[in-house]
């Protein structure tokens, strides 16, 4: 029934630094999931993310619409002192119908320490590892994932990763209108998902909008709650948290930007209560790069950054990860289409495996802020070392192995002359919180 519902609705490498010899693996099949039989009430699909200061949202979906949405958690196995009592919530899709969907925030938590939790009062023991209070602190960034063998490459190299939060840019389960896969999707993240926290924007795959019956969001919106009334933003689809001298913010590029939008308002509220003292570093999401050399998906992002670059780049912004581009390309400090010091490096990484391919054809030359694109399957870390550097690695996917193929050491740039001679803390906040 799903797919004439999706039949119904439906109505090479270049690169500027690259190994000469290497060859690109065949593409992968889509994972298959047989049908496991379970107690109704047995959590699935659990993971969780960042909610505001020490606490922790843990997410799962059971069959059971009776089953109850609170947590136990301790720091001893099979011990549990403390439960978080939640709220669940559920949708219907034409003739799909989910399951209950639990969203239990947990908390206050210590830093860098193993808790063990179970939901629901009843099923398996997982486990969660809270992130550092201090530096280092190493990210996991990977876009694009869907549910193929490369997708499983891929989140095994992460897991081999000592990362304390996995950063998504977008393009989740690729579900496309077949509800079933957005539970497949959530099995198959788990293992890493319910153990680190995972923090993500949407894409354009996220969006299964029928007119008039069915709204855009509904499927990820339920499903992957983010921190977004903690930030003080209205919507799910744009929001930002702080973790260890970090302040992330995701945006949406399915939303509106525009000058006049809620998104443009709250990203300027947010950014002008930004701490560098307490977050040195500042970093930003969304799906759809500004900055592409590759053929695909040209332009698509131009009027986003046209209303939204002024702002980051007034506000120091250190990187730009994207996704949206099926491969990957790491850029100069750039601003205004050219290469600038006192601008974000901008880093595409939509190449975690998705069924749609990879995108092989680049522009030829290079442009000049263009430093490393290869059309590769694979993931990203990011180790904030301190409050001055940064190393980012990207490891490609090669025949299972995670090869290192592209480093960079990155300087803050509030420790840099961009911050303390361009503007004044106090100019910077007029211009940002100005109508």
């Known amino acids: 029934m799903e797919k004439l ?48 200061d020490k606490h922790m949202r843990v997410s799962w979906i059971t069959s059971d619409k009776s089953s109850p949405s609170f947590v136990e958690y301790g720091t001893s196995p099979g011990k549990y002192s403390y439960t978080g ?81 996995h950063l998504l840019p977008g393009d989740l389960s690729y579900a496309d209108y077949m509800q079933h896969k957005w539970d497949t999707f959530g099995e198959l993240v788990q293992p890493l998902a319910s153990v680190r926290p995972w923090m993500v924007t949407q894409g354009n795959h996220e969006k299964e909008s029928i007119p008039f019956i069915v709204d855009e969001f509904v499927s990820y919106n339920s499903r992957w709650k983010m921190p977004f009334a903690e930030s003080g933003s209205n919507s799910n689809l744009y929001y930002s948290f702080e973790v260890t001298g970090v302040h992330v913010i995701m945006l949406g590029s399915y939303t509106d930007y525009d000058m006049n939008s809620d998104q443009y308002s709250w990203l300027k509220a947010d950014l002008s209560k930004v701490d560098r003292e307490r977050t040195p570093w500042l970093i930003v999401l969304f799906h759809v790069p500004w900055y592409n050399s590759n053929e695909a998906h040209q332009h698509e992002g131009d009027e986003m950054m046209a209303v939204m670059e002024p702002l980051l780049y007034a506000s120091g912004v250190d990187i730009v990860f994207t ?10 400090r750039v601003n205004n289409g050219k290469s600038d010091p006192c601008g974000p490096v901008h880093i595409t990484i939509g190449d975690g495996g998705n069924r749609e391919g990879l995108a092989r054809k680049y522009k030829d030359p290079s442009p000049e802020w263009s430093v490393f694109r290869e059309a590769s399957f694979g993931h990203g870390e990011l180790q904030m070392v301190n409050s001055t550097h940064a190393l980012w690695t990207w490891h490609r996917n090669d025949d299972d192995e995670p090869t290192r193929s592209d480093e960079v050491w990155l300087t803050s740039l509030m420790n840099s002359k961009c911050w303390t001679e361009k503007k004044s803390h106090e100019e910077l906040r007029k211009m940002l919180l100005e109508p």
């Open 85 to 165: 009592q939640g709220e669940s919530t559920s949708y219907s899709y034409v003739f799909y119908r989910s399951g209950k969907i639990h969203h239990t925030v947990i908390g206050p938590l210590e830093a860098d320490t193993v808790y063990f939790y179970r939901c629901g009062g009843g099923g398996p023991e997982f486990h969660l590892k809270t992130p550092p209070a201090h530096f280092p602190i190493t990210f996991a960034v990977a876009g694009d994932l869907g549910q193929t063998g490369w997708t499983k490459s891929t989140l095994d190299h992460i897991d081999q990763c000592k990362y304390a939060v």
């Open 323 to 332: 996704g949206h581009v099926h491969a990957y390309e790491r850029t100069k």
């Open 5 to 52: 519902l999706l039949v119904t609705l439906s109505v090479l490498l270049f690169a500027s630094v690259a190994a000469d010899d290497y060859i690109r693996p065949k593409p992968r099949q889509a994972l298959q999931f047989p049908w496991k039989q379970k107690s109704s009430s047995q959590p699935e699909q659990v993971h969780i993310s960042l909610a505001g």
